[in-house]
C-alpha cells in the first residue's frame, strides 16, 4: 500500500507513487497538477533565475540516477532538499560518481 500525500497545488490526496516534483519548486504534488505544469495550460512568466548575475563559484555537482525510473539529474553538493527523484518521486536515487568518485564520497560524507 502506497503511502498517500496532500497534493501542494490541489490539495487532493493522492498516492505517494503518482506524484511528482512542482516545477515552481512548491513540492510535491500529484501527476494532474504536474501534467498541467508540463503542458503549460497555465502559462506564467518565467522566474528569474535566468536574468541573475552568473555566480562565479561554480558549485560542485553531484549526479544521481534514479534505480526505479532510470531517470539521471545533477545537484549541487550542497543540496539540502529530499533526497528523492524528482522524476517519480522515490527515494531509490544513487549517486552516479565521476572519475573523482573518492574524494566526492569523502565530501557527501562530511556533509551528512
Ligand atoms: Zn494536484
Ligand atoms: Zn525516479
Known amino acids: ?7 501542494n497545488s490541489c490539495k487532493n490526496r493522492v498516492s505517494l507513487d503518482t506524484m511528482r516534483y512542482s516545477k ?3 513540492g510535491l504534488i500529484c501527476e494532474n497538477c504536474w ?7 497555465n502559462l506564467k512568466i518565467k522566474p528569474q533565475t535566468f536574468t541573475k548575475p552568473v555566480d562565479t563559484t561554480p558549485k560542485k555537482k553531484v549526479q544521481y540516477t ?11 553538493l550542497d543540496f539540502r532538499g529530499p533526497k528523492l527523484c524528482p522524476n517519480c518521486g522515490k ?5 552516479n560518481l565521476p572519475n573523482d568518485a ?8 562530511r556533509l551528512d
Open 91 to 95: 527515494d531509490t536515487i544513487m549517486y
Open 66 to 76: 534514479c534505480r526505479s525510473c532510470s531517470f539521471r539529474f545533477s545537484r549541487s
Open 1 to 7: 500500500m502506497a503511502a498517500q500525500l496532500t497534493c
Open 35 to 41: 501534467n498541467k505544469q508540463h503542458h503549460g495550460v
Open 24 to 26: 515552481d519548486g512548491s
Open 102 to 109: 573518492d574524494e566526492l564520497l569523502r565530501e557527501l560524507d
